[in-house]
């Protein structure tokens, strides 16, 4: 296997330590149950979801999840380089084309970029980052480092919260264009795409996870790295809610300006 030692690698553990395993049915509930602490749940998605949201709060969520977006390619790619089989990396390579594109397939990018002019931004304005809030930024770049550093079974575990992302898509789907008639409805084309995909991401995701953890330890770290990750979508859109609910953006109390950095190389 990779290189880097890992928590999941149970020839490196006692499978007694610290508790019993949970058996595949328990250990799948277990990861399932952690859909309480999906950002569906978040009180900014909430109110998009119910029509609360202004057009500055769409096109807010809009930019700063776009940063989002562009760094999936790269967390991939991360985990790719970190896995050493063959058959896995064939297989995983599809996010990676699902996002960037491929031949006449645009990919989540460019559909995601058809979604911020459909509430009015430019694409200019997308990738110049302009709007990308510190917090944002800070919780992406967290996982995009862990992935960068972790064995890519962990990588491929906190990619989990794909379990979730189904019902969040549609949710979109069915709400949106009855509370914000004002968006494009050629926007909603991400939200299309992702629903067969990230079904089948996750059952890869999901794969490797309940066969790989088989011990106490193990399922306690992939439920841990799938918090992780819930943490860091949790914390975008807490950031989003400080500067586009409360009105209290990075800095608002000494200017109007957006100071924040933009990326440092």
């Known amino acids: ?20 395993a949970l058996d595949r049915d328990a250990f799948r509930a277990a990861l399932m149950a952690k859909g309480a602490y999906y950002h569906i749940h978040h009180p900014y998605q909430v109110d998009m979801a119910q ?22 390619p790269q967390k991939d790619a991360a985990l790719l380089a970190n896995c050493p089989d063959a058959a896995t990396r064939r297989r995983w ?13 645009g990919g989540g990018i460019e559909a995601w970029l058809t979604l911020g002019e459909a509430v009015g931004m430019t694409r200019e304005e997308l990738w110049s980052q302009e709007h990308v809030l510190p917090g944002v930024r800070f919780a992406v770049d967290a996982y995009l480092n862990f992935v960068r550093r972790a064995d890519w079974r962990e990588g491929a575990i906190s990619s989990l919260t794909e379990l979730f992302a189904p019902e969040i898509h ?11 008639p004002w968006i494009d409805a050629a926007g909603y084309g991400y939200f299309r795409k992702r629903l067969n995909e990230a ?3 996750v059952d890869h995701g999901l794969e490797v996870a309940l066969d790989i953890c088989t011990n106490y330890q193990a399922q306690q770290r992939a439920l841990d790295i799938l918090q992780f990750k819930l943490d860091v979508l949790w914390s975008m859109l ?11 953006p990075p800095y608002h109390s000494v200017t109007d300006e957006r ?7």
């Open 199 to 201: 079904r089948r991401d």
């Open 51 to 72: 029509g609360r949201s202004t057009p500055e709060q769409i096109r807010g969520w809009v930019a700063n999840r776009f940063y989002y977006q562009i760094n999936i």
């Open 93 to 105: 390579v599809q996010r990676l084309l699902d996002h960037d594109g491929y031949q006449e397939n």
């Open 170 to 180: 549609q949710s979109r789907l069915e709400s949106w264009p009855q509370h914000y």
């Open 238 to 248: 807490d950031a989003m809610s400080m500067a586009y609910q409360l009105g209290r």
């Open 259 to 265: 100071v924040y950095h933009r990326g440092l190389a």
């Open 1 to 20: 296997m990779t290189s880097i030692a890992s928590p999941l690698d149970s020839k490196q553990m006692d499978s007694k330590q610290n508790g019993p």
